[in-house]
């Protein structure tokens, strides 16, 4: 069975909780899928397709995301890859379409690599939990905010097992 490797660039958790769904999907389908965080992941010889997603913060794709990237170039050359960014405070299309300039910006940075699917989802804002360096006063001010669309994100991942060439397009496509 082909397995695939979630892995989430987070800094307060809402991006694994969408990693964990998209995992979730896979497996429903048939498709052996586990999930990591970005930064523990040594090797990929185990798998034999990626999906990475990463939060936006200050209009750059999480660290983390970015490093595992660099770090996992050659592999991540032999194999399909899917991406998803988090971010939008806010369901509005001009927040969305900033997001994925943002999330585009950072893949032109990695011109070796051509995602099989991209995807931009809303994200999850506490201000009560903030850590330094996010915890000022302006972010402080800001309400607290999910809008994750589930529904949205569980679309996406079904559509990445053909996506990532795990399984045969429908007959008469
Ligand atoms: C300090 C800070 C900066 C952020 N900057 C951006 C941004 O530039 N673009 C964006 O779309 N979302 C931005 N966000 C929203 C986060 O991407 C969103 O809250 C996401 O769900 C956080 O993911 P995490 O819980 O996995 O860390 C920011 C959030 C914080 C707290």
Known sequence: MSSVLVAYATHY???QEVAE???????????DATVRAA???????????VVLGGAL??????????RFLS????????????????????DTEEEFAGARKHLDRALRKKPWLSPVAVGVFGGCFDPTGL????????????PASDIRDWDAIRAWAESLPQALGLEKPPAGS
């Open 13 to 15: 958790g809402s991006t």
């Open 21 to 31: 769904a998209v995992a979730e999907a896979l497996n429903e389908r048939g498709v």
């Open 39 to 49: 930064r523990d992941v040594n090797s990929l010889d185990d798998c034999s397709a």
């Open 57 to 66: 913060y200050f209009f750059r794709l999480h660290k983390d995301a970015r």
């Open 71 to 90: 770090r996992h170039r050659k592999a991540l050359m032999d194999m399909p890859v899917a991406v998803f960014a988090m971010g939008p405070f806010n």
């Open 131 to 142: 850590r330094f360096p996010h915890k000022n006063p302006a972010m402080k001010q800001m």
